[in-house]
């Protein structure tokens, strides 16, 4: 049996992100959906805000959700910058996951900078990606510009922004190694 340590490494070291290409036509279980956002839910918190907030995006409006994108693509690039392919890509990439989080943060600037709820929700997003990984479901963190404009579609209030589309789905990749230089190059060590 393995060491909780051999295990977590496993996990942290073997998560990949795994891009909607690469996902097959099989549908995530409600409860797996819950038990990767329960995840989410024990990450750090200053103050307790606990400020992830997800909309949770399957079926007919995954569909949408790929409309909108387009439509907002259409309205925001200039028309010489248009690109029919990166268009086709928001439905093509809606349809071949089965579901999408939109991570959205709630802010609280009477008790905390901004910067503290952004990096308390990357935490809880981690949570998830390291999940999903265990429960052999593939993720990736996507980040357009786009989702600034999707505050109408994810019916969010005032005080919260989208930061992110979570894409999910099985997937049939091999392990494939992590592309990261040595941690004793980003470390100092300070003693005396
Ligand atoms: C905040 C954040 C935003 C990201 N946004 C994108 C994105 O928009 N498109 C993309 O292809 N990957 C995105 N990624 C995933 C990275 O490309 C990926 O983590 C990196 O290539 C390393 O691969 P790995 O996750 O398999 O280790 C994002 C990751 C993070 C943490």
């Known amino acids: 049996m393995s060491t909780a340590i051999e295990t977590l490494t496993k996990m942290i070291k073997g998560r990949r992100s795994i891009f909607p290409t690469s996902y097959i036509q099989k549908e995530i279980p ?3 959906i819950e038990q990767i956002l329960e995840s989410a839910n024990y990450a750090p918190t ?3 805000t606990q400020p992830w907030r ?3 995006i399957r079926k007919e409006a995954k569909i949408r959700l790929g409309q909108t994108l387009g439509q907002l693509y259409t309205a925001t690039v200039p028309a ?3 690109m029919q392919k990166k268009f086709d890509s928001f439905a093509q990439k809606t349809a071949q996951a089965d ?3 939109a991570v959205n943060i709630q802010f609280h600037p009477d008790k905390l900078p901004n910067w503290e709820e952004i990096a308390a ?5 981690q949570n998830m990606a390291l999940t999903a990984e265990a429960l052999n479901v593939g993720a990736y963190w996507s980040s357009p510009p786009l989702i600034d404009d999707l505050g109408e579609f994810l019916g969010l209030a005032a005080n919260e922004k989208c ?15 992590a592309n990261r230089t040595p941690i004793a190059d980003k470390v100092k060590w300070l003693e005396h």
């Open 30 to 32: 409600t409860t797996v």
């Open 46 to 48: 200053h103050k307790l």
């Open 54 to 56: 997800f909309v949770v």
């Open 80 to 82: 010489e910058k248009f």
């Open 99 to 101: 579901c999408i989080l």
């Open 121 to 125: 929700v990357a935490c809880a997003v």
């Open 163 to 177: 930061f992110g589309l979570f894409y999910m789905g099985y997937h049939e990749e091999e392990p494939r190694e």
